[in-house]
């Protein structure tokens, strides 16, 4: 018995020399390290060095003791799959700066966390590339620590980040629930630099105020580019406090919106056909008119003649919005213009509603679509869609809880590319 105790001191000693040499902090010492009874868990007492006065939480800066506070366990990274736990007792101060009685500041800890500083930027680290609920499976921890580890680790970035000269941002929205649940997200999409700026919830003017705020006057008359889809909010906010910029109406956008018409003429006179009993020849032609008609197989394209040779209110919207494509091979914004106007000209006298009112609304827009090209086609919203498809899979990735709070975290901890907290060590 006394051989086994004599090696599990001795295994000890030695975590106390691997401690010391990764994850030292001055005014404190490692006094001992000991398997708990269940030996699942390792203790490692900590004390402050002999002499060291302790720091204020408030005003960060050495003051007088007061008394100390009972032992707490700060939960470190596992070790060999034991769980390791520092055993601190906070003492209190009395500072004279800040008049009052305060508890100190620990190096390895913030505030009132129970996981130590390492061990969160160890997780977060982790559930970046996992799902949260598989980062907290792998280290044997909860759900709820993983949050707080990113609480922690983007909250510091947020403080931390420099916005610096932010020439381009695409503005974007995505339903993260049913029942029109909706997140605004803003990016900073310069070629040097893409990055999520803001979260916000919902989609309107008030909660779109809030970027504005947070990235200040400074930051936000020095935008050259903004790109947007025609949500009116966006619209008008842009216009009131960022009038110096070039706005461009999102390609993306426009022709989403239009495959939506295209789609909805076709469900419809699909189902007309099936009441008044006619040949079912739109059946399965969802995708062959969706999808652009270079991108089709050899068998689709032979399809896709057949069904274009039908006198079909679907046909003639489909060779619309075919048609309307050519618009992104135009470089002179005089051109394009002339092309956009013929085009709207023609398609509000098709008779076919939903695609009219694509052409009504695009010449409301007509300005801001232009845009595009005064803007040298430089300003690609490619660039926020590949961002906002990387969103929606962090979305995916991240709930437990699909809290707003949940996902404005997860979200700026992928997609921000904020600074992470200093650490003694490279843990991995
Ligand atoms: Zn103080």
Same mark, same amino acid.
């Given at each position: #018995?006394?051989?086994?105790?004599?090696?599990?001191?001795?295994?000890?000693?030695? %975590?106390? *020399?691997?401690?010391?040499?990764?994850?030292?902090?001055?005014? /404190?010492?490692?006094?001992?390290?000991?398997?708990? *009874?269940?030996?699942?868990?390792?203790?490692?007492?900590?004390?402050?060095?002999?002499?060291?006065?302790?720091?204020?939480?408030?005003?960060?800066?050495?003051?007088?003791?007061?008394?100390? +506070?009972?032992?707490?366990?700060?939960?470190?990274?596992?070790?060999?799959?034991?769980?390791?736990? &520092?055993?601190?007792?906070?003492?209190?101060?009395?500072?004279?700066?800040?008049?009052?009685?305060?508890?100190?500041?620990?190096?390895?800890?913030?505030?009132?966390?129970?996981? *130590?500083?390492?061990? #969160?930027?160890? +997780?977060?680290?982790?559930?970046? $590339?996992?799902?949260?609920?598989?980062?907290?499976?792998?280290? $044997?921890?909860?759900?709820?620590?993983?949050?707080?580890?990113?609480?922690?680790?983007?909250?510091?970035?947020?403080?931390?980040?420099?916005?610096?000269?932010?020439?381009?941002?695409?503005?974007?929205?995505?339903?993260?629930?049913?029942?029109?649940?909706?997140?605004?997200?803003?990016?900073?999409?310069?070629?040097? @630099?893409?990055? %999520?700026?803001?979260?916000?919830?919902?989609?309107?003017?008030?909660?779109?105020?809030?970027?504005?705020?947070?990235?200040?006057?400074?930051?936000?008359?020095?935008?050259?580019?903004?790109?947007?889809? #025609?949500?009116?909010?966006?619209?008008? +906010?842009?216009?009131?406090?960022?009038?110096?910029?070039?706005?461009?109406?999102? $390609?993306?956008?426009?022709?989403?919106? #239009?495959?939506?018409? =295209?789609?909805?003429?076709?469900?419809?006179?699909?189902?007309?056909?099936?009441?008044?009993?006619?040949?079912?020849?739109?059946?399965?032609?969802?995708?062959?008119?969706? $999808?652009?008609?270079?991108?089709?197989?050899?068998?689709?394209?032979?399809?896709?003649?057949?069904?274009?040779?039908?006198?079909?209110?679907?046909?003639?919207?489909? +060779?619309?919005?075919?048609?309307?494509?050519?618009?992104?091979?135009?470089?002179?914004?005089?051109?394009?213009?002339?092309?956009?106007?013929?085009?709207?000209?023609?398609?509000?006298?098709?008779?076919?509603?939903?695609?009219?009112? @694509?052409?009504?609304? =695009?010449?409301?827009?007509?300005?801001?679509?232009?845009?595009?090209?005064?803007?040298?086609?430089?300003?690609?919203?490619?660039?926020?869609?590949?961002?906002?498809?990387?969103?929606?899979?962090? @979305?995916?990735?991240?709930?437990? /809880?699909?809290?707003?709070?949940? %996902?404005?975290?997860?979200?700026?901890?992928?997609?921000?590319?904020?600074?992470?907290?200093?650490? *003694?060590?490279?843990? &991995?």
């Amino acid at each position: #018995m006394v051989e086994v105790f004599a090696i599990v001191r001795f295994r000890a000693m030695e %975590l106390i *020399t691997i401690l010391n040499g990764c994850h030292h902090f001055r005014g /404190f010492v490692y006094h001992h390290a000991l398997f708990t *009874t269940d030996k699942k868990s390792i203790e490692v007492s900590v004390r402050p060095r002999k002499g060291s006065a302790a720091i204020c939480s408030r005003c960060h800066r050495p003051a007088r003791g007061y008394d100390q +506070l009972p032992e707490r366990r700060f939960e470190f990274i596992p070790l060999w799959g034991f769980f390791v736990f &520092f055993l601190y007792a906070m003492r209190r101060v009395d500072c004279r700066r800040c008049g009052a009685v305060v508890v100190e500041e620990v190096p390895w800890a913030d505030g009132k966390r129970t996981l *130590t500083k390492a061990y #969160m930027l160890f +997780l977060a680290r982790w559930a970046r $590339r996992l799902s949260w609920k598989e980062t907290a499976q792998v280290f $044997r921890t909860s759900w709820e620590k993983v949050f707080d580890a990113v609480e922690h680790v983007v909250t510091w970035g947020l403080e931390h980040r420099t916005l610096g000269q932010i020439d381009a941002i695409g503005v974007d929205e995505i339903q993260y629930a049913k029942g029109h649940k909706y997140l605004t997200l803003v990016y900073q999409i310069d070629i040097g @630099i893409t990055r %999520l700026l803001w979260v916000g919830k919902e989609r309107t003017v008030q909660s779109f105020q809030g970027f504005f705020t947070a990235m200040g006057q400074e930051v936000i008359s020095n935008i050259v580019f903004i790109c947007s889809d #025609m949500w009116d909010p966006y619209l008008k +906010l842009i216009r009131e406090k960022c009038s110096e910029a070039l706005h461009i109406l999102d $390609r993306f956008h426009i022709v989403a919106k #239009m495959n939506k018409a =295209l789609d909805e003429v076709r469900a419809d006179e699909a189902r007309r056909m099936k009441r008044e009993g006619r040949a079912p020849v739109l059946h399965k032609s969802r995708w062959l008119l969706l $999808r652009r008609s270079e991108n089709l197989g050899v068998e689709q394209h032979f399809r896709l003649r057949d069904l274009l040779r039908y006198n079909l209110k679907t046909v003639r919207a489909y +060779l619309l919005k075919e048609a309307f494509q050519q618009l992104w091979n135009y470089n002179s914004p005089a051109w394009a213009g002339k092309f956009l106007d013929e085009w709207c000209r023609q398609t509000i006298r098709s008779r076919i509603e939903p695609m009219k009112k @694509i052409a009504r609304s =695009l010449r409301q827009h007509r300005e801001l679509i232009l845009n595009y090209f005064r803007a040298q086609k430089l300003i690609s919203s490619g660039v926020v869609e590949g961002l906002n498809n990387k969103a929606k899979v962090t @979305i995916r990735k991240s709930y437990g /809880f699909r809290t707003y709070h949940v %996902l404005e975290l997860a979200l700026y901890h992928s997609l921000g590319k904020l600074p992470e907290p200093e650490s *003694t060590h490279e843990f &991995f």
